[in-house]
């Protein structure tokens, strides 16, 4: 698929769609659930 725009902030958001859909992929739910901590800001930093 390609995506893509002439608005910048659509392309880095089109960018990091793209980096998290391509860590699901590699590393499955746990990629999920990383993602999902981290935007409800609990997401424990090692």
Known sequence: ???TSD???IVTA???HAAE???MADRGMQ???E???ERAGTS???
């Open 1 to 3: 698929m390609i995506q």
């Open 7 to 9: 608005d910048p902030e």
């Open 14 to 16: 089109l960018q990091t």
């Open 21 to 23: 859909v391509s860590d």
């Open 31 to 33: 990629a999920v659930h």
């Open 35 to 37: 993602m999902m901590m």
């Open 44 to 46: 424990p930093k090692h």
